[in-house]
T-cell receptor, first 117, second 112 residues
Framework: ETGVTQSPTHLIKTRGQQVTLRCSSQ?????VSWYQQALGQGPQFIFQ???????GRGNFPPRFSGLQFPNYSSELNVNALELDDSALYLC????????????????FGAGSRLTVL | KNEVEQSPQNLTAQEGEFITINCSYS?????LHWLQQHPGGGIVSLFM???GKKKHGRLIATINIQEKHSSLHITASHPRDSAVYIC??????????????FGKGTKLSVKP
């Protein structure tokens, strides 16, 4: 059974650029959620995807968008990067899809560390 | 006030000590997670619980729904337990679940 893999592990961008982060979910998991973790803070929920549709979103602007593919892998896209977007971006997969379910045991990836200059 | 508060923020212990990390929350929840994050970022899910108590090896997690409080205990602590421990709750609004809300974490350092 493979875990959750994220790529790239580190990247540096400049303000105004766009970035795409990728996440491969654990085998058997159909739901992917993304989190932003600033230095010294707890993660903040960005959004969640189930069956290729967004089914939950945190307090992030529309320039944060995502996709989920038929194989349940996912992308996080951030447009018009700002300095405050510098953070560790974490992806987690789980086996149950909808938010109306209690068995959401999560498996996290190691994260993608984004630095915006 | 944050919806999920952890205490202490930082904790230093000697190897072998019994450790308790606390988590209080102010929202209705359907489940509470305890997570472990090592330097470099990787997060491991330790427990998910909605009532009572769970035990795995030297780790014990308890939750009191009425008091909106959970504790994570580590018995016979070891330097390899050094990490940031994060409490996260899955909110519950009007019959459906919301997203995960995270505490800021407790940084534990266990000295040999």
């Amino acid at each position: 059974e493979t875990g959750v893999t994220q790529s790239p592990t580190h990247l540096i961008k400049t303000r105004g650029q766009q970035v795409t982060l990728r996440c491969s979910s654990q085998s058997g998991h159909n739901t992917v959620s993304w989190y932003q973790q600033a230095l010294g803070q707890g993660p903040q929920f960005i959004f969640q995807y189930y069956r290729e549709e967004e089914n939950g979103r945190g307090n992030f602007p529309p320039r944060f968008s995502g996709l989920q593919f038929p194989n349940y892998s996912s992308e996080l896209n951030v447009n018009a990067l700002e300095l405050d977007d510098s953070a560790l971006y974490l992806c987690a997969s789980s086996a149950t899809g909808t938010l109306n379910s209690g068995a959401n045991v999560l498996t996290f990836g190691a994260g993608s560390r984004l630095t915006v200059l | 006030k944050n919806e999920v508060e952890q205490s202490p923020q930082n904790l230093t212990a000697q190897e072998g000590e019994f450790i308790t990390i606390n988590c209080s929350y102010s929202v209705g929840i359907s489940a509470l997670h305890w997570l472990q994050q090592h330097p470099g970022g990787g997060i491991v899910s330790l427990f998910m619980l909605s009532s009572g108590k769970k035990k795995h090896g030297r780790l014990i997690a308890t939750i009191n729904i009425q008091e909106k409080h959970s504790s994570l205990h580590i018995t016979a602590s070891h330097p390899r337990d050094s990490a940031v421990y994060i409490c996260a709750v899955r909110s519950y609004y009007g019959g459906s679940q919301g997203n995960l809300i995270f505490g800021k974490g407790t940084k534990l350092s266990v000295k040999p």
